[in-house]
């Protein structure tokens, strides 16, 4: 039995957006700094850490 894009998990926005930029600069298409064709990774890694730390505090605000 194959597997499908949704019985794996899928591939975020993020990565698609990484790849298509990634791609459109090799080929020249955007003339961007390599810190904007990248973002997606940092926005997401950025969030990720916003998320941790906001159930951390949450947590050790609420701890009895």
Not at 40 to 60: A, K, N, R, T, V
Request: avoid cysteine.
């Amino acid at each position: 039995m194959s597997k499908t894009i949704a019985a794996t998990g899928g591939t975020s926005l993020g990565t698609l957006l990484t790849v298509v930029f990634i791609i459109l600069k090799l080929t020249n298409v955007i003339n961007w700094s390599w810190w904007w064709v990248l973002s997606p990774i940092w926005i997401s890694f950025s969030l990720s850490i916003l998320i941790i730390i906001g159930i951390i505090w949450f947590i050790h605000r609420f701890q009895k």
